[in-house]
């Protein structure tokens, strides 16, 4: 284990390949990219309005939203960009463009709305990023079915609300739904808030289309389920663009639920909390949304946001105001703003030292610590459209929160949560505004390893990093758990060298408990190392499949591991 961890410290600070590219370096000689050759091709196969070389664009499609674009942008060639950016309207369009690839050995990064936090769509070897978000329709909806058929670049808040205008969901809501794309979605293996109530995207797919390496286009079979070899959707289902290009995807949906019901709990320690959580879905129950936080972001976030109480769902009644609990309500809370308040609350911190707490993360992490008279907060959300069967979900969960030393604090916190929801990920700039950085890490194993993930992933990430947690997307037989860390470094060489050191030591605890390495944001250029340790013999079985389907190696170069 040891030796992998080094190779990942080392790998995160100067990621080299096997072809001897320096990943996040500028372009070199080794890797020539597009010539002008094919880039003239590809403007003859396209159009020359849908193929753009101009500086300022190819910029804008170097990095993603991961930190390892943020602090590599910051310093003076940091990032290779692509040399071109091809804009598709059509099937089509995509099919030319990976024969011309193939033809020609220059790299296609497939994009969508470029919300990744893994660093899916740098690119490595420069060549073709290929703008999916022309390909936007929904195509078809089949009611009696509830299935639906849709494009892969259209967005996914505007999937959603043209399904809720037939009173459907796609029930898929990541916090990023409005910055990101359904072919995204299906190509890193996503989650939405809503999992454990409706699963993750492999769940949800029935069909895809895909666009292979050589140009050819492929259906896999559609059906509810079948006994025909193997599973040709979870292939390429979370493979990141690497086996080809993901055009359309047949989903499955849900009837718009007209009821919702919110219930929330403090609990004075983690394990009987999460005891409290394992035995409300091992009885059957099934909440839409299970959030538990861990005592410090209970302290920093979980009491932080917007009173409003929650809106109904469609065709709800409203329901009667509540007195408002002793609680600040969720997520509203920018990276500063949350240090403000620890500086109020921790001993002989003054009021506005945030700098100066996030430059020393590993004392801040033992103060912390010690601040007494912190639980743990439960927020729980049910939905459904049967009002007996809403309110049986809810007993089951309140009993096993009771029986657990849970202290009922009502549907407040978790309204305000829901309110709240989508805006914690839009507040992050101020760290990066003080020179640090802000990430997170989120992984899942069994309930039974649960408790040891979380000790052993926040003891290698504290020397490094402010670190907080929530569990969220609860299974029957395990759960994620979802760490947010900060640190402050002036130097942007240091701070990178503090951001690389925090993931190699975090994701070697997270291997050493056997461990997946990323629940839902998939793995990118980040987790490469990590997921080869993790799966060990089987990553030459995927190395394999790519070379089959990929032999001149063009599809998203240097993801999920691979060189």
Same mark, same amino acid.
């Given at each position: 284990m040891r030796r992998w961890h080094d190779a990942a410290r080392r790998d995160h600070l100067s990621p080299v390949g096997e072809t001897g590219h320096t990943v996040g370096s500028a372009a070199t000689g080794d890797e020539p990219g597009l010539d002008p050759g094919s880039l003239a091709l590809l403007r003859e196969a396209l159009g020359e309005d849908l193929v753009d070389a101009r500086e300022v664009t190819r910029e804008a499609y170097a990095r993603d939203l991961s930190a390892l674009g943020h602090l590599a942008f910051r310093r003076p060639g940091g990032l290779r960009l692509p040399d071109a950016v091809a804009r598709l309207r059509d099937v089509a369009g995509v099919q030319a463009v990976l024969r011309l690839a193939s033809a020609r050995g220059f790299a296609v990064v497939p994009w969508g709305a470029g919300s990744g936090v893994c660093g899916g769509t740098l690119a490595v070897r420069g060549g073709v990023a290929l703008d999916l978000k022309g390909l936007d329709r929904l195509l078809e909806v089949d009611r009696t079915s509830l299935l639906v058929r849709v494009q892969a670049g259209m967005n996914g808040q505007l999937f959603e609300e043209a399904l809720q205008r037939e009173g459907l969901t796609a029930a898929h809501h990541p916090s990023s739904i409005t910055c990101s794309t359904v072919g995204g979605w299906v190509a890193a293996r996503g989650a939405g808030q809503l999992s454990t109530r409706y699963g993750k995207v492999e769940d949800m797919v029935v069909s895809l289309e895909v666009v292979l390496p050589d140009g050819t286009l492929v259906t896999t079979p559609a059906a509810p %389920?079948?006994?025909?070899?193997?599973?040709?959707?979870?292939?390429?289902?979370? +493979?990141?663009?690497?086996?080809g290009v993901i055009v359309a995807a047949t989903l499955r949906v849900h009837r718009l639920p007209p009821l919702r019901l919110f219930r929330s709990f403090e609990f004075p320690d983690l394990e009987r909390a999460l005891d409290a959580v394992r035995e409300?879905?091992?009885?059957?129950?099934?909440?839409?949304?299970? %959030?538990?936080? &861990?005592?410090? &972001?209970?302290?920093?976030?979980? %009491?932080?946001?917007?009173?409003?109480p929650a809106p109904p769902p469609p065709d709800a009644e409203a329901p009667d105001d509540a007195p408002l609990a $002793?609680?600040?309500?969720?997520?509203?809370?920018? $990276?500063?703003?949350?240090?403000r308040a620890l500086a109020a609350r921790v001993?002989?911190?003054?009021?506005?030292?945030?700098?100066?707490?996030?430059a020393r993360p590993e004392l801040l992490n033992r103060l912390t610590a010690r601040i007494p008279g912190v639980g743990c907060l439960l927020v729980l959300t049910f939905e459904g459209h049967d009002q007996d069967l809403v309110g049986a979900e809810e007993a089951v969960f309140r009993r096993a929160c009771e029986a657990r030393g849970g202290e009922d604090r009502g549907p407040v916190p978790a309204e305000t949560w829901w309110n709240n929801r989508?805006?914690? +990920?839009?507040?992050? +700039?101020?760290v990066y505004a003080m020179g640090g950085f802000v990430d997170t890490m989120e992984v899942a194993t069994s309930w039974s390893r649960l408790l040891e993930l979380h000790e052993r992933v926040r003891a290698a990430l504290s020397p490094h990093a402010l670190v907080m947690a929530h569990f969220s997307h609860a299974y029957a037989d395990g759960c994620s758990i979802y760490?947010?860390?900060?640190?402050?470094?002036?130097?942007?060489?240091?701070?990178?060298? %503090?951001?690389?050191?925090?993931?190699a030591d975090g994701l070697a605890?997270?291997?050493?408990?056997?461990?997946?390495? +990323?629940?839902?944001?998939?793995?990118?250029?980040?987790?490469?190392?990590?997921l080869r340790a993790s799966h060990g013999p089987l990553h030459e079985?995927?190395?394999?499949?790519?070379?089959?389907?990929?032999?001149?190696?063009?599809?998203?170069?240097?993801?999920?591991?691979?060189?």
């Open positions: %389920r079948a006994a025909t070899g193997p599973d040709w959707n979870q292939l390429f289902t979370g +493979s990141e663009g690497l086996l409300g879905l091992q009885r059957g129950a099934r909440p839409a949304a299970v %959030r538990l936080y &861990d005592p410090l &972001d209970t302290l920093l976030v979980a %009491r932080s946001g917007d009173p409003r $002793p609680w600040w309500p969720l997520s509203r809370v920018s $990276p500063g703003g949350l240090l001993p002989d911190v003054r009021h506005g030292a945030e700098r100066a707490l996030l989508l805006a914690v +990920s839009f507040k992050q +700039s101020g760490f947010t860390f900060a640190a402050l470094q002036g130097d942007p060489d240091d701070a990178r060298a %503090r951001h690389a050191a925090a993931w605890a997270v291997v050493a408990c056997g461990a997946a390495v +990323s629940h839902h944001h998939g793995v990118g250029l980040l987790k490469g190392e990590a079985l995927l190395a394999r499949v790519k070379g089959t389907l990929d032999p001149r190696g063009i599809m998203n170069p240097g993801k999920l591991g691979l060189p």
